[in-house]
């Protein structure tokens, strides 16, 4: 959802960390507590203050929201304080915000990058802009997903190497012969560059697409291999 909010908001922070490799909620921890030596508790705050605050979260919202979550304790100070500076480390934000509400109104719909339109009726009232807002970013995420899939099945090996046994929000959940695990960095690279997503869109995705994959004997249980 991040590298898609980069990309729809133009989010230069954003985008700087993903063509640099670097890691967002690392950097998000920096911007919103002054310091360069980041530990792992906070990043993983910082993990919580992007996907909470990405899509427009109130300070009193996200306390909740921290909590419920990723069993993070926040004060409702803290929560403030984190918002403000998360908008200010990334305000393009707040521009993107407005820019749904204006389509919305306008047009009558919301378009994500591939071409997927959510419509709106015309007499249609909704003050609830987290509804509007969050639409052509995780639409954009599942239509990538959805694409690549269709990709993998074409693949000449799909049904005699692996089979596809569906997929879990963003993840692909295969069944693999042993012999052939090394088809998984064809998979992994069409993951990454998915043609059909690049045939849709009218510009170049501004953000590298990573995916990357865990081995099991089982589905998902078991002994890691």
């Known amino acids: 959802e991040l590298r898609a909010a980069a990309h729809i908001a133009y989010i230069p ?10 890691d967002l909620h690392t950097e998000t921890a920096r911007a919103i507590s002054g310091k360069d030596n980041i530990s792992e508790q906070e990043r993983y705050q910082a993990k919580a203050v992007n996907f909470g605050f990405l899509y427009g979260m109130t300070a009193k919202s996200f306390v ?3 909590k419920q979550s ?4 926040i004060s409702y100070e803290q929560a403030e ?7 200010k480390n990334y305000p393009e934000l707040k521009d993107y915000y407005v820019k749904i509400q204006q389509d919305m109104n306008k047009k009558g719909y919301i378009e994500n990058p591939v071409g997927r339109r959510k419509r709106y009726p015309k007499d249609f009232k909704d003050n609830n802009l987290l509804s509007h807002i969050n639409a052509p970013i995780q639409g954009f995420g599942s ?3 959805v694409l690549s899939l269709l990709e993998i099945s074409e693949l000449p090996e799909c ?18 012969k042993k012999k052939y695990l090394n088809t998984l960095d064809k998979i992994v690279h069409i993951m990454e560059n998915p043609k059909y997503v690049k045939e849709l869109m009218d510009e170049p995705l501004l953000v590298p697409l990573k995916a990357d994959y865990s081995i099991f004997e089982h589905c998902w249980y078991g002994k890691k291999i």
């Not at 049904?159 to 693999?176: E, M, N, P, Q, R």
């Open 70 to 73: 990723y069993d993070v304790v």
């Open 64 to 66: 909740d929201y921290a």
């Open 81 to 87: 304080q984190f918002r403000d500076s998360y908008f």
């Open 13 to 22: 922070n954003m985008l700087q960390a993903y063509n640099n490799n670097m």
């Open 159 to 176: 049904d005699f190497y692996f089979k596809i046994l569906g997929t879990v929000h963003d993840s692909i959940l295969l069944a693999i």
């Open 143 to 145: 239509d990538v997903l």
